[in-house]
Nanobody, 117 residues
Framework: QVQLVESGGGLVQTGESLRLSCAAS??????MGWYRQAPGKQRDVVAT?????????NYADSVKGRFTISRDNAKRTVYLQMNSLKPEDTAVYYC???????????WGQGTQVTVSS
């Protein structure tokens, strides 16, 4: 079975940093990334990265210049380095992965990121 296990969330103050990790197993993946969902809000994309050699990345405008997504294909792990965190970044962060070639989307259980002012 496909499993996505997130780690690295926590409680930090404004301006601090966190690094999220998502260890995936059970399949080969074409795209991995991170979404987040704040209370009362929809789940929105934060950043994605292809697992092909090109490693194409996409970021939400709100995190550009502050967050960096990276991957280790051998470990089937994706990371999200989050710097200069703001209270607006507070949300549950979910790992996202799409299988290849089946193109089935899977989600991790979520990890809480809380940024206090």
């Amino acid at each position: 079975q496909v499993q996505l296990v997130e780690s690295g969330g926590g409680l930090v103050q404004t301006g601090e940093s966190l690094r999220l990790s998502c260890a995936a197993s059970g399949s080969i993946f074409s795209i991995m990334g991170w979404y987040r969902q704040a209370p009362g809000k929809q789940r929105d994309v934060v950043a994605t990265i292809t697992t092909t050699s090109s490693g194409r990345t996409n970021y939400a405008d709100s995190v550009k210049g502050r967050f960096t997504i990276s991957r280790d294909n051998a470990k089937r792990t994706v990371y999200l380095q989050m710097n200069s965190l703001k209270p607006e970044d507070t949300a549950v962060y979910y790992c996202y992965a799409k299988t290849f070639p089946g193109q089935i989307v899977y989600w991790g259980q979520g990890t809480q990121v809380t940024v206090s002012s």
